[in-house]
Every structure is written in C-alpha cells, then in structure tokens.
C-alpha cells in the first residue's frame, strides 16, 4: 500500500529539515474521509511528522526514538491538492531532545507544534 504522505526536496543537517510534502491525492482514504473536500486526517499528519523526526534526527542524535507529541495546532484544513513543506528544527541537551515543526504553503500554515524525547543518549 502507498503512503498518503512522502517528502521530496530534503535539505537537512543536523538541526534542521526542509522538505516538500507529496500528497497521494489517489489514496484509498480520500474516499472515505470528507470525499468533497479530499482532507489529510490529523492522526495521519502527526504519524508522518513523527517518522520524519526518527529517520532524520534520531541518526545524528543518538536519542532514543521514544517521542511524545508536546503540542499541535491545527490552523486549517490540510486538503490533498496543496503542495506545502514541512519545516524541523531540534533543540535540547543530553538525554532530552525538542523538535519544533511548522507544515505551510505560500497560503499560510496548517499545522506547527513540538514533539518530545526523553530517555538515554
């Protein structure tokens, strides 16, 4: 099965990720979720951003890849024909790690908030 959401475009160090976000605007669920009006459910948003902290971050930071979703906000609807990037950025200190999370397009942001590790370096 095909994903609902991949990055392209990656531009990454060790602190920060930039990244186109590709919609499967054909996946299975659009049928099901609001088929009028295609959006990406909020459960599969925070999934994605999540697996974009473990594979790029974790591999520089050594910190365990337990996270915890801090905080979100959704600001509005993330419909299947937008082309937005996804913006990361890692902060913190032994045995703790922030990362901070923005999802945009030139029309504003959808959704930004802050995951959490805590755990042995």
């Not at 088929?35 to 990406?40: D, H």
């Not at 974009?52 to 906000?73: A, D, N, P, R």
Request: one cysteine or more; charged letters at 20%; hydrophobic letters at 45%.
């Amino acid at each position: 099965m095909q994903s609902i959401l991949n990055i392209s475009d990656v531009n990454a160090d060790r602190v920060h990720l930039r990244a186109l976000i590709v919609i499967n605007s054909q996946h299975h669920i659009f049928e099901e979720h609001f088929p009028e009006m295609k959006i990406v459910p909020g459960a599969v948003i925070v999934g994605f951003i999540a697996q974009c902290i473990k594979v790029h971050f974790w591999k520089y930071t050594g910190i365990s890849s337990f996270i915890t979703l801090k905080k979100i906000v959704f600001l509005k609807p993330l419909l299947s024909h937008c082309y937005p990037r996804i913006d990361l950025s890692i902060s913190g200190k032994a045995g703790y790690a922030e990362v901070k999370f923005i999802i945009e397009d030139e029309t504003g942001r959808f959704c930004q908030g802050v995951f959490q590790s805590k755990g042995e370096s």
